[in-house]
């Protein structure tokens, strides 16, 4: 009654055929994260796919950022959700804690139609990574899989399980993904505030994670911290049925581990590393 789907086994078959590496926000040790160029930085790589986050603009027009707060990565300070989307297109976003990485570019803030698009054209597979499990982000993403037929080229994942709860109850055609890692819900906090409901939540998700909570949210993926990998982690979710990805995995040894001995989905901010390793070793 409350359990949901997962998404056609068709349509799971097509997205993961040939998906081995994803750029994490595009490129970010290229190119400022979550812009136009990271992404083109990670498709000239010979990525698979790229990830990217997508929040709402005051006015509720799908963007590209990672941050509730423009204060990290553009020339502007303040909640993304309190802008428009005129105002959030004039700022640059080529910036890390204050400091230009790109002094000779001005990065802007792109908008979801136009990501996707610069995917479909270049045949590259989408990972869009949500916070916001509100209906209008809802009803903006089942819009874009529908109008964009992009049900075989895209994954919405979350740490957040209402999201994909609420796809799926809406739609079992979008693949969804749930992320996840150990202590993530008290990431950042020191023993001293470490408090017994962030410990109860850890415990809970890892608990969730390793049993058949995937399968009640209709999650097809398994997003899953590196750290929390093994061999019989993923071979226990496989017989449930679910894909595996690793994020965000940042040294070649452990790329090369879980795409070619566990046949993992990785998500990396090198997009260089694996590839150029690769075609060296071939040459």
């Known amino acids: 009654m409350f359990k949901r789907d997962q998404a056609p086994k068709e349509n799971v078959t097509i997205f993961f055929e040939n998906l081995s590496l994803g750029g994490h926000r595009g490129s970010p040790h290229k190119s400022p994260e979550n812009t136009i160029a990271s992404f083109l930085s990670a498709y000239e790589d010979g990525v698979d796919a790229v990830e990217f986050d997508v929040a709402l603009s005051k006015d509720k027009i799908p963007i590209i950022i990672h941050d509730d707060t423009l204060d990290r990565t553009c020339n502007g300070t303040g909640r993304v959700e309190d802008y428009n989307i ?58 874009i899989f529908e109008k964009e037929k992009i049900y075989t080229q895209g994954i919405v994942c979350s740490f957040h399980p209402q999201v994909l709860y609420r796809i799926k109850e809406r739609t079992n055609k979008i693949i969804t993904g749930y992320t996840w890692g150990a202590g993530e819900f008290s990431l950042g906090k020191t023993w001293n505030n470490f408090t017994l409901l962030d410990r109860t939540i850890d415990f809970l998700n890892i608990l969730g994670s390793h049993t058949l909570f995937g399968k009640f949210l209709g999650a097809d993926m398994l997003l899953t911290k590196e750290s929390d990998i093994t061999s019989w982690y993923v071979k226990r979710q496989k017989f449930f049925g679910f894909k595996i990805g690793a994020w965000t995995v940042n040294d070649l040894k452990g790329i090369k581990w879980l795409i070619e001995d566990l046949n993992v989905f990785v998500l990396t901010d090198y997009t260089s590393l694996y590839r150029r390793n690769k075609k060296d070793k071939e040459v």
Do not use: W
């Open 86 to 143: 005129t105002y959030l297109r004039t700022l640059d976003c080529g910036y890390d804690n204050g400091i230009k990485l790109d002094v000779n570019a001005v990065h802007r803030m792109p908008l979801l139609e136009d990501i996707v698009k610069f995917c479909k054209k270049r045949k590259l597979k989408m990972v869009f990574d949500i916070k916001d499990y509100s209906n209008d982000m809802i009803n903006q993403l089942i819009s």
